[in-house]
């Protein structure tokens, strides 16, 4: 199972990003998916999932209303678009699969993650 993030970079306080992530070696609509992000110095934390079906979806309350998770099952992608970044959304996200779907995780598989900066 490989899953490769992309999209990351530098932008400003404000800005948008959008995400995405690849998935393969696994039957995609079987799974969820979310996506993490760890900062510097800190532990990593829930961003926000999406069921297999793509009709639930689920976020951390820090980035509810800012961030929008979705996915295209007939492209085994998953996508996090970013609208409002703030210095504090600055971390390595990843995103990431399961066959149980319970939001905040346990998650099976881990992409190698994206780096976002965003400088004020």
């Known amino acids: 199972v490989q899953l490769q993030a992309s999209g990351g970079g530098l932008v400003q306080a404000g800005d948008s990003l959008r995400l995405s992530c690849a998935a393969s070696?696994?039957?995609?609509?079987?799974?969820?998916m979310g996506w993490f992000r760890q900062a510097a110095g800190k532990e990593r934390e829930f961003v926000a999932s999406?069921?297999?079906?793509?009709?639930?979806?689920y976020y951390a309350d820090s980035v509810k209303g800012l961030f929008t998770i979705s996915r295209d099952n007939a492209k085994n992608m998953v996508y996090l678009q970013m609208n409002s970044l703030k210095p504090e959304d600055t971390a390595i996200y990843y995103c990431?699969?399961?066959?149980?779907?319970?939001?905040?995780?346990?998650?099976?598989?881990w992409g190698q993650g994206t780096l976002v900066t965003v400088s004020s």
């Open positions: 999406i069921h297999r079906s793509g009709i639930m979806t």
């Open positions: 990431a699969a399961a066959s149980i779907y319970v939001r905040t995780g346990p998650y099976e598989y």
């Open positions: 070696g696994l039957t995609f609509s079987r799974y969820h």
